[in-house]
C-alpha cells in the first residue's frame, strides 16, 4: 500500500475498502474494530481471543511466549505467559532502567539469574526482580513449566 493511499484514507479523502483496513490493521497489530468508529459507547472490556496469534511474540521448540496485555497499551505495563519445555530458556538483555518483572511458576521447576544471582523456583513460586539487568530463566525439570509474568516500567 502506498504512503499516498494512507495519506488520502488520513485525510477522509476516499474510502478504503474492508481488504485495504484489514491490511492496515494487520500492520499496526491491531483488530479491524480498533480502526472503526462503530457509534455509541466504547466497549469497556478488551478480549484478548486466544486463537489470535498475533499476540505470540515467541514459538519455537524450547520456548513459548504469548502476550496477555492488549498491544495498544503505553509501556507502563506487560502481562505474559511464558511455556518451557525442557531445556528451554529466555536471556535477556537488561531492559530499561527501573524496569521490574513479577513472576508466578504455574507447573514445574525454573531457575532464575538476575545480574549474576541464581535462584530456584518451584510450582507454586512467585518472585519480583530487577530487569534492568541482564537476566534469565531457565526450566530446571525434565518437563514442561511454565510461568505468568507481568512486566513492569517506570513511569517517568
Do not use: W
Amino acid at each position: 500500500m502506498s504512503k499516498a493511499m494512507l495519506s488520502q484514507i488520513e485525510q477522509n479523502k476516499v474510502n478504503p475498502t474492508v481488504a485495504v483496513m484489514l491490511k492496515i490493521a494487520g500492520a499496526m497489530g491491531v483488530l479491524l474494530t480498533d480502526l472503526v468508529d462503530a457509534g455509541g459507547a466504547p466497549s469497556v472490556m478488551k478480549i484478548i481471543p486466544n486463537a489470535d496469534e498475533s499476540y505470540t511474540f515467541r514459538s519455537d521448540a524450547a520456548c513459548n511466549i504469548r502476550t496477555l496485555s492488549p498491544l495498544n497499551l503505553e509501556k507502563a505495563i506487560e502481562f505474559y505467559r511464558i511455556s518451557f519445555e525442557a531445556g528451554g530458556q529466555l536471556l535477556s538483555e537488561a531492559h530499561y532502567p527501573g524496569t521490574e518483572e513479577i513472576l508466578h511458576l504455574s507447573k514445574g521447576k525454573l531457575e532464575l539469574v538476575v545480574g549474576g544471582e541464581t535462584t530456584l523456583l518451584a510450582k507454586g513460586d512467585s518472585v519480583h526482580y530487577r530487569a534492568d539487568l541482564p537476566h534469565c530463566l531457565r526450566n530446571a525439570g525434565r518437563g514442561h513449566a511454565e510461568a505468568y509474568m507481568i512486566v513492569r516500567y517506570r513511569q517517568e
